[in-house]
């Protein structure tokens, strides 16, 4: 197969088969224990990122199917993943202190909470494996392994995606310079605004500008107040006005 011969749907499709295989694989291994939650979650977050940079190349009502469940199931793997994430933050942080300001076992009390609740959330995911819905959502992503619900757009050669992942990648620097600023603000970083366990206070909703705004004390110049707007609207109104001259 020459370059010229790859299509959108050759791309994607090999794509998705890879993300497909490590969230079907990952069920005997969340069973035996082994530490995958990480790498699962991952595949899943890749592959609702695919659904939603490369939407026009999946049927829609199907793609939503998929999206739905995808987000359940990263749900139950994130509350996993996140008390590892803070039991190593917190046995770093703590690592920082003095001894001598550290009064009584709190390193080992502050290990045990978090142990329980890492408990209780891979006992409910676990158990979740046995239900239902996870069989559906099993069922679903072999079904996308095996035969992806792609449109005819998939069918237009590879370079078609270049717009979508060059849309992507600005929309992942913005984000970016967003945390940067935040952060350097002293504000918690915003999570995503799906996750119902990080819910996003008024302050990490600001946009940019008006944070901005905030900062320096001046408005922003709206898009719609730019020279070079003013100057499009203007050149509009003209030509309609020369049609409407020329009909009557």
Same mark, same amino acid.
């Given at each position: ?11 994607? +499709? ?6 497909? %295989? ?7 291994? *969340?069973?035996? +224990?082994?530490?995958?939650?990480? %790498? ?16 026009? *190349?999946?049927?829609? +009502? ?15 793997? +994130? ?21 001598? *300001? ?58 078609? *995606? ?31 605004? %799906? ?49 409407? %001259?020329?009909?009557?």
């Amino acid at each position: 197969m020459n370059d010229k011969s790859v299509t959108a749907r050759d791309v994607i +499709g090999d794509y998705l088969v890879e993300q497909c %295989t490590v969230i079907i694989d990952s069920e005997a291994q *969340l069973r035996a +224990g082994e530490e995958v939650v990480h %790498t699962t979650r991952v595949a899943v977050r890749r592959l609702r990122s695919t659904l939603r940079v490369f939407a026009e *190349l999946f049927d829609p +009502g199907e793609a939503g199917r998929l999206e739905e469940e995808l987000v359940w199931w990263a749900n139950l793997l +994130g509350e996993v993943r996140d008390l590892d994430i803070l039991t190593q933050r917190q046995a770093a942080l703590l690592a920082e202190v003095p001894p001598e *300001l550290i009064l009584g076992p709190v390193a080992s009390t502050i290990q045990t909470e978090l142990a329980a609740r890492r408990k209780a959330a891979v006992d409910a995911m676990t158990d979740t494996l046995n239900s239902a819905r996870y069989r559906k959502l099993v069922a679903l992503i072999h079904h996308w392994r095996a035969d992806p619900p792609f449109t005819y757009v998939a069918d237009s050669p590879s370079d078609a *995606l270049d717009p979508a992942i060059k849309k992507a990648k600005k929309k992942a620097r913005n984000r970016l310079a967003t945390a940067v600023e935040v952060r350097q603000a002293g504000e918690p970083i915003p999570r995503s605004r %799906t996750s119902p366990i990080h819910p996003q206070t008024p302050s990490t909703r600001l946009s940019r500008r008006r944070r901005r705004k905030r900062a320096t004390g001046s408005r922003p110049q709206s898009r719609c107040d730019r020279p070079e707007s003013r100057r499009m609207r203007c050149c509009i109104a003209r030509a309609r006005r020369r049609s409407a %001259t020329a009909t009557r």
